[in-house]
């Protein structure tokens, strides 16, 4: 999985990349009218089109049974029932083809909302006293083999983020928090150890202009499972002897002028402009839905 995730980041890099500068709100919609395209042109091609054509028109003929014979409660009876068969295996028809289309489709997703979701932290004042609370709290959820060797386990911040609670570790529960400040920008590596097992999170912190970066993509999770289909920033943590997940939160992006804000809305909006390309192109590319 983390191949194919660096694979489809050097696409993104490549295609998607120069267009950033127009706003994340145009390449969200411009992403999502592209995809909607092209699923409607795959759909096309590996679903039973014939087979869904004749299934709408046996539908139709069974509305109109029930129409003429609407008197015959037998007849409109049977009709209903031919009704509600025939709706089923339409039903089947088009959502069987859609499920290969189902992992471009969150390969996609987890792009942009990784690029367009989030904002990185904020970096807490020079010379001022971080109050408790008002930073970030980092969730470590840890392998099960652990065990009480949870209580060996040390937390290592890098400069640049300063520790604002002691790490809190709940053995039975495997999981351990710490609540961190950044202090200067720039992308930092927090380090979990235990003996000679290491692990580790990237957290960006400062707005990326400032650093004379384009926009990073920003991943508040690495998560191990299934899940790593959803965040292809970081690599999974599938195998990793000391964590199954560690997370916090960031900031949530304002989408330029579209509504909403964060990763809900980004696809939301990347769902948007892929039904309304899709509703435009299917008569256009002759498919049958």
């Not at 694979?7 to 992403?31: A, H, K, Q, Y």
């Not at 129409?67 to 009876?77: A, C, N, T």
């Not at 992308?187 to 384009?214: D, F, N, T, Y």
């Not at 989408?255 to 299917?282: D, E, I, K, R, T």
């Amino acid at each position: 999985m983390n191949a194919v995730h660096r694979l489809v980041t050097r696409l993104f890099d490549l295609l998607v990349g120069p267009f950033e500068r127009f706003g994340s709100e145009w390449v969200i919609l411009g992403v999502g009218a592209v995809f909607g395209v092209l699923a409607l042109w795959v759909f096309k091609h590996i679903s039973p089109q014939r087979a869904i054509r004749a299934s709408k028109e046996r539908i139709k003929g069974h509305l109109i049974e029930i129409r003429l014979y609407q008197d015959d409660l037998r007849l409109v009876s049977r009709a209903i029932g031919k009704v509600l068969w025939t709706n089923l295996k339409y039903l089947g028809l088009n959502v069987l083809p859609f499920v290969p289309l189902s992992m471009p489709f969150a390969l996609i997703a987890g792009q942009l909302v990784v690029r367009y979701g989030f904002e990185p932290i904020p970096v807490h004042a020079e010379g001022a006293a971080p109050l408790a609370g008002s930073g970030i709290t980092v969730r470590f959820e840890m392998a099960p083999e652990i065990g009480e060797r949870l209580r060996e386990v040390r937390v290592v911040l890098p400069e640049g983020l300063v520790a604002g609670s002691p790490l809190v570790k709940s053995p039975e529960q495997g999981l351990a928090f710490q609540e961190i400040f950044a202090v200067a920008q720039g992308l930092h590596e927090i380090q979990v150890e235990l003996g000679e097992a290491r692990s580790s999170k990237m957290v960006w912190s400062g707005p990326p202009e400032v650093l004379g970066l384009p926009r990073v993509p920003l991943q508040p999770l690495r998560v191990s499972g299934w899940e790593q289909i959803l965040w292809p920033a970081e690599a999974g943590l599938h195998g990793d002897p000391l964590l199954r997940r560690i997370e916090f939160a960031y900031p949530e992006s304002r989408l330029g002028w579209l509504p909403g804000h964060g990763p809900v809305y980004v696809l939301v909006w990347f769902l948007v402009a892929s039904m309304v390309a899709g509703l435009v192109a299917v008569k256009p590319l002759k498919v049958a839905i």
